[in-house]
T-cell receptor, first 110, second 119 residues
Framework: LAKTTQPISMDSYEGQEVNITCSHNNIATNDYITWYQQFPSQGPRFIIQGYKTKVTNEVASLFIPADRKSSTLSLPRVSLSDTAVYYCLVGDTGFQKLVFGTGTRLLVSP | GAVVSQHPSRVICKSGTSVKIECRSL??????MFWYRQFPKQSLMLMAT?????????EQGVEKDKFLINHASLTLSTLTVTSAHPEDSSFYICSARDPLPGQTYNEQFFGPGTRLTVL
């Protein structure tokens, strides 16, 4: 499983766009990039997954450059309820074990 | 999406007692479930992979005799913390993958977690 590196924490204000970048230099050809969100005292929740270019859903967008050695989770117009820890994980679709890195603790202020 | 439940959500026990935590997949069958432990302000740490009908696979450094895992059915896995001590106090989370046919991505569904406090 490829190792990932993310900023430990980020601060933002309500209404701003937040971009969290994850580095995964050793990503393999079959690996996908997946992001999870975790609120305090809750289990993680799947946000988005992608392989290359751009993926968008109702919650976020995921930007993946051509070399796939990094990815950026973009949260449009964050609100206070987006305060959480965001984890970037890398692995192939067949993999089952999830190895969580340190995650990025996002704090959204009024 | 699929739902995974855990019971209990919180448990407080005395040192030396054993505690059982249940993890259920409510609307799908899961041949494989996973157990994680999370200490305050830290990331999730995978403890073991629970396989229906067979022995669990433990991660390095996790004592299999202390953390007993049983996966007796396709919807239920249990984690028993035996002879619990204060250092076992943590947030225990389970997860399961819903192996839908043709699913191209690997989304795992997590339970809400169980807060264990050992006095």
């Amino acid at each position: 499983l490829a190792k990932t590196t993310q900023p430990i924490s980020m601060d933002s204000y309500e209404g701003q766009e937040v971009n969290i970048t994850c580095s995964h230099n050793n990503i393999a050809t079959n690996d996908y990039i997946t992001w999870y969100q975790q609120f305090p005292s809750q289990g993680p929740r799947f946000i988005i997954q992608g392989y290359k270019t751009k993926v968008t859903n109702e919650v976020a967008s995921l930007f993946i450059p051509a070399d796939r050695k990094s990815s950026t989770l973009s949260l449009p117009r964050v609100s206070l309820s987006d305060t959480a820890v965001y984890y970037c994980l890398v692995g192939d679709t067949g993999f089952q074990k999830l190895v969580f890195g340190t995650g990025t603790r996002l704090l959204v202020s009024p | 999406g699929a739902v995974v439940s855990q019971h209990p959500s919180r448990v407080i026990c005395k040192s030396g007692t054993s505690v059982k935590i249940e993890c259920r997949s409510l609307d799908f069958q899961a041949t494989t479930m996973f157990w994680y432990r999370q200490f305050p302000k830290q990331s999730l740490m995978l403890m073991a992979t629970s396989n229906e009908g067979s022995k669990a696979t433990y991660e390095q450094g996790v004592e299999k005799d202390k953390f007993l895992i049983n996966h007796a059915s396709l919807t239920l896995s249990t984690l028993t913390v035996t002879s619990a001590h204060p250092e076992d106090s943590s947030f225990y989370i389970c997860s399961a993958r819903d192996p839908l046919p043709g699913q191209t991505y690997n989304e795992q569904f997590f339970g809400p977690g169980t807060r264990l406090t050992v006095l």
